[in-house]
C-alpha cells in the first residue's frame, strides 16, 4: 500500500429545501429525494451538494426550473411506509433514493413514477431490478460496491495485522446490511477468518458488543456501508481506539473523521452521476433502459495519524505522519 494522507472533501453547505408550494410555475420540474438521514446530518449536506452539483451540470436549478421535495426517515417502518405513499401521491417527475430500506417502500407504493437509487447493494438479488444492464421497470442507479470488494475488506485486515483470525461486522437488518454480512461471511473461510456480527441496535449495545468481542489481540473491525453508521460514526470509532481494534471502513469520510483505514468508491459522484440519470428520464428516456452502475473506481484512504497508533503492528507504523 502506498502511503497516503487522507483527502478532506470539501463540500458546500446547501440549506435543503423547504415544502413545496400548493401550486408550481409551469415548467418546473419536481423531483422527490427519501433517504435515512436527516437533513442536517453533515454527510447528507455534502451529498444534497453533489446531487445539486450534477443538477446545474445539465441545467436544472432547484428554485428556478426545478423543485425538490425531501423527506427523511428518522422514525420506523411504518413512517417510511406513509413517506414513500406521500411523495408519490405529489406525482413527482422522479424520485431519487439514498439507501435499500426506503427503495423497498417507494418499490411497494409504485411502479410508475420513475425512481434512481444510489447507495443501494444488489439490487438484482433484492429484487429490486431484473438485471444490472436491463434493469425493466421504473428503477435504476448506481450501487456502491460490488461483493468482490468484502474480500479487499479482509485482505487489507490481514495486511495491516498478520494475526487476525476474527472480525467483527457491523451489520444491519436492512437489505443491503443483509447482503453485505452475507457477502462477507463468503468471503472469510479463504482466509481462515471468522466473522461475527455487531447489531447497531443503539450506543450501549455496540459498546457491550465490541467490548465482549474485542478479548484477543487477534481481532479486527469492518464497518460495511450501511446508514447507520452515519448516526453511530463518531462512536465506533472511539470505540475502535479504545478496544484497539483495526478497522476497515467503505468510504474515506469515515477516516477523515478519524478512522483507521477505507476502501471504497467516491459516493458522492454517485450523487452527481444520479442527476444525469434524471435528466435523461426528465427528457424521455424510461428508467427500464438505463443500466445500473457499480463504480468505475476504487479509493485507498489510510490514516497518517490514528486515534491510538498501538493499533497497528510496529511494520506498519510507517504510515503514520511524523510528530511535529
Known amino acids: 500500500m502506498g502511503r497516503r494522507d487522507v483527502i478532506m472533501l470539501l463540500g458546500s453547505v446547501v440549506a435543503l429545501p423547504s415544502v413545496a408550494p400548493a401550486q408550481m410555475n409551469e415548467g418546473v420540474r419536481r423531483i422527490a429525494v427519501l433517504g435515512p438521514l436527516p437533513p442536517e446530518d453533515p454527510i447528507e449536506i455534502r451529498r444534497m451538494a453533489a446531487f445539486r452539483e450534477g443538477l446545474e451540470q445539465v441545467g ?25 405513499e406521500e411523495l408519490v401521491a405529489q406525482k413527482p417527475d422522479a424520485i431519487l433514493v439514498t439507501s435499500s430500506a426506503p427503495l423497498e417502500a417507494l418499490s411497494k407504493a409504485t411502479r410508475d413514477v420513475p425512481i434512481v437509487f444510489v447507495n443501494v447493494a444488489d439490487p438484482v438479488g433484492l429484487g429490486f431490478v431484473t438485471s444490472m444492464a436491463r434493469p425493466g421497470g421504473n428503477i435504476t442507479g448506481f450501487t456502491p460496491l460490488e461483493f468482490g470488494t468484502s474480500q479487499k475488506w479482509l485482505e487489507l485486515l490481514r495486511e495491516l495485522k498478520p494475526t487476525i483470525n476474527r472480525v467483527a461486522v457491523v451489520r444491519e437488518a436492512s437489505p443491503g446490511g443483509r447482503a453485505f454480512f452475507s457477502a462477507l461471511q463468503s468471503a472469510a473461510p479463504a482466509l481462515s477468518i471468522e466473522i461475527t456480527p455487531i447489531d447497531p441496535l443503539g450506543p450501549a449495545e455496540i459498546e457491550r458488543s465490541l467490548a465482549a468481542f474485542a478479548v484477543r489481540s487477534t481481532e479486527g473491525l469492518i464497518v460495511p456501508a450501511i446508514p447507520s453508521i452515519n448516526a453511530y460514526r463518531d462512536l465506533i470509532i472511539s470505540l475502535a481506539a479504545k478496544y484497539n481494534l483495526p478497522t476497515v471502513y467503505a468510504f474515506r469520510q469515515n477516516v477523515s473523521a478519524g478512522g483507521l483505514i477505507s476502501y471504497g468508491p467516491d459516493q458522492f459522484d454517485h450523487y452527481r452521476r444520479a442527476a444525469a440519470y434524471i435528466d435523461r428520464i426528465l427528457k424521455g428516456e424510461k428508467p427500464g433502459n438505463l443500466p445500473v452502475q457499480a463504480p468505475i473506481k476504487y479509493e485507498l484512504a489510510i490514516n497518517l495519524r490514528p486515534p491510538r497508533p498501538s493499533a497497528l503492528p510496529c511494520r506498519h507504523r510507517c504510515l503514520r505522519a511524523p510528530t511535529k
Do not use: S, T
Not at 63 to 83: D, F, K, S, T, W
Open 60 to 84: 436544472l436549478n432547484d428554485g428556478r426550473n426545478l423543485h425538490i421535495e425531501y423527506r427523511a426517515n428518522v422514525g420506523g417502518p411504518e413512517q417510511l411506509r406513509q413517506y414513500a
